[in-house]
């Protein structure tokens, strides 16, 4: 039993060391490059772990605590989250509410972090980030409320496991479903085409100009929960996506191929998009939610409630 | 299989409002014209085959290749604006689309008629309504084109969900209107961009003789 | 019918909009100790009357469930969104107010329309949640008041364009406000979120019950709920830096310095009843069953959410549990490193006065304050700079926002009442001979509808 608890978590951490690694190389690979290892922002992080930190006189002890707060809620999101039929550690009646909550949580701190220095890159970063995570959560509570109208069932474990592909329709709603979960993984982890990981001009920087004035011990540990966090988006996909299963070895085996079909995913759209124009990012975010009411009537049609079929 | 491509439907009539660029605009009516063209192969598979051959002419022939391949031409020809504005905010405008989706879903819970298909009727209320509202926010003339072949759309699905017996009349109707009403904007498109440098609607408002 | 003659007076006390525009005026005007319990309690006077009227009515429930749902999300979106805009940090904490209001009508909308469907677990999840964020209100926006108070005290100004960086001279105060922040923006481990979440987990058990106009309906609650959970977060998120972090905008926080221990005092009781009641929320649970038990004889549904209750308390231990032993982490690992300090980064310029290039409280709100303009009334004035102006002058740029319910609801009839009333206000000379001539006309006349029969 107590292997089993903490065997999703083990999962999901092992993942996360290679995830940022797999999509740098297949932007690489893509852009014809050689392209670092696997293992590159793995080795980075454990030297970051290793140095010391220079901190800037205008910050406060705020700026010194976040990024154990944002680690922390990221880590606790993770131990809700089930992979299959393994169930996660903590499972309640409406986990899911904790869990975007306490990732917000963890927003709240940083956005205060960046503020805390006193410097406009960091102002301008936090007010986007606020504002974008503003009109993504309603996409990601809409695609719940429709699977929990299908389900009958609150919970993450119970959602995910009482999800039948019947119909047709069905079909299409974990199509979409598992659109709308892709695009608001890469709004969240701050990926193109909102935001651009890899540029510096602050007119493009959403997330990470808050992380600019940070060094040593703190910028590993906010490394280390980007990818924890994009694992753990991927694992939400693969929970969608699974077929009924009963072999262990085989969910497995499938929760590893969907996570680097994901990542691989991640480097292709990265490489072939280009950035929005920022003023047009909201009305982007918000076709999202659009789309997720529209998800949210087809489940609406199958469960009966409309009465189509006359 | 039937609601799947309504859904989708319904889809594009979301994306309708987000995008801004013509050439989307474009694309999205020859999918549209493709999603017609499944609908109604699937709603009539069981009639008559010459039936089927004018539906089948008229949805994917017509909707979705010769019409955006005609508006293509015209755009390109004219060079016209790249980009439509339209006066409302697209933030605003989405939240209007998925209000007017859900009010038409929830209408669609009262009707108690025996005649009316329900599944098709609220999509096609929807489409109607949207492409109104199409033509309301922009200004341009060539978007207000687009805005008409949207309701023409939805008037071919509100046909399948009313006559669901006869839809030869109606779609030769619509049809006829289809392609009148693009021949002659086009062709008035052609002559005033050569004497005037503008189409937009409140310009040419200012025309007197 | 009755009920909204009575819901039109309750909600001008409690504070729903279309009727709130007294508020922003009230809460700054007073000082912040009674601001603080008039926003925590007299405000929730109107909602003891809504609540009131709500136990004698039984028929004609639904209707006025959705009526209240649709006013409560209308008034917690545009509060939020006015609030937003603010830059006096009173009139955005009324504002506020508005919102939580907003809050509370949500959850006793839903409670109405469990009763009116005959749902149990949906009108008590819905009434405890409202009736809990009730007293958590209280809690939070009056430590906020106080800790706003403590502000004024110290720098003798509410604007916040006017403060920045005053957590290294009042941290104490600070690290209440934060508490504040977080537990208003309903985010867990406080007690915000734990209301919210009674008020979820009731509109998402019950999502797959009922009919479609059920089902769209708590859509637009679970919609509405996320969207001000979602402003609040970035509200807060503004006040919060713009006050405390950064560096001081102006010279007005010189010569400020913390409070002493009487004015911290009453802060300490109230953060603790936040945390004890965001951490170990079960405890809560066995009052709320009974004053919930008014409405609906059948509280079963707060029993069958304790597992999900002690989940919460659960995962938030092992969360604070997982902070402190990150610290320790920490500190361990600093103990051989070299730690410097220095500048922020400034791009490699970092001559300039550093107060001048940080965000400004209205840069933060741009992005709404442009989005909601119908709302929030928010003009620029500024001169352009001409094309053939080559050495520009010097220019102003101010941004105003204004309450358009206050606009059109409030100013505009009372213009035109005044303007009327100016006009009859000369038959008021001040001289009593004009005064003895009026009595004579009055009494000419009356005699002569007498004689003509009339009267």
Redesign the interface.
Known sequence: MCCNMIFNPLVIILVSLVFPGIITLTKAKIAGRKGPSVLQPFYDNIRLFRKGNVFSATTSWIFQFAPIIYFSTVFMAMLFIPLGKQPAILSFEGDFVLFAYLLAFGKFMMIAAAMDTGSGFEGMGANREAFYSLLVEPAFFIVIASMALLTNHTSFYDLFNNLHIESELSYLIAILSVYIFLWIAMIENSRLPVDDPKTHLELTMVHEVMVLDYSGFDLAMIQSSNGLKFTIYGALIFNLVLPMQNYFAAQLGIFFIVEFIFAVSVGVLESFRARNKMAKNPQWILALSALAILGFLSVLIITGKIVLMN | ?V??LI??F??TL??FF?SERVYSFIWLLSIQGVLLFGIAFNNLINIQPIELILILLETLIVKAIVVPWFLNRLHRKNQLKKIHESTV???YS??I??AI??GC??M??TIDN?II???FF?VALATVIGGMYFIIIHKNIFSHLVGFLIIENGTFLLSLAVGGEMPFLVSLAVLLDVLLAVLVIGVFLNKVSDTFDTISASKLNQLKD | MLFIFFFIGFAIKAGFVPFHTWLPYAHPAAPSHVSGIMSGIIIKMGIYGIIRVLTYIHTGLFPIGIFLLIVSFVSGVLGVTLAIVQHDVKKLLAYHSIENIGIIGMGIGIGVIGLAINNPTLAVLGFAGGFLHIFNHALFKSLLFFTAGNIYNQTHTRNIEHLGGLIKKMPKTAFFFLLGSVAISGLPPFNGFISEFLIYVGMFKELHTGDLLLSLVLLGGIVGLVLIGGLALYCFTKVFSIIFLGNARSNKTEHAKEVNGSMLFPKFILSFFIIFIGILPVFVLKPLAEIVSIFTPDVSALTEIIPSVQGISVSLGIFILMIAGLWFVRKLAAKNKTVETGPTWGCAYTGANPAVHQYSATSYSDYIGNLAKYVTGNRKQFKIIEKDEIFPEPRKFETHSSDIFEDYLVSKPTGKLLQFLEKIAVFQTGNLQHYLLYAIVFMALILGLTILNVL
């Open positions: 299989m609601i799947v859904i989708l319904a889809a979301v994306y987000l905010p697209v933030f989405l939240i689309i998925s989706l859900i879903f929830l669609s819970y025996e298909q329900l599944r609220t």
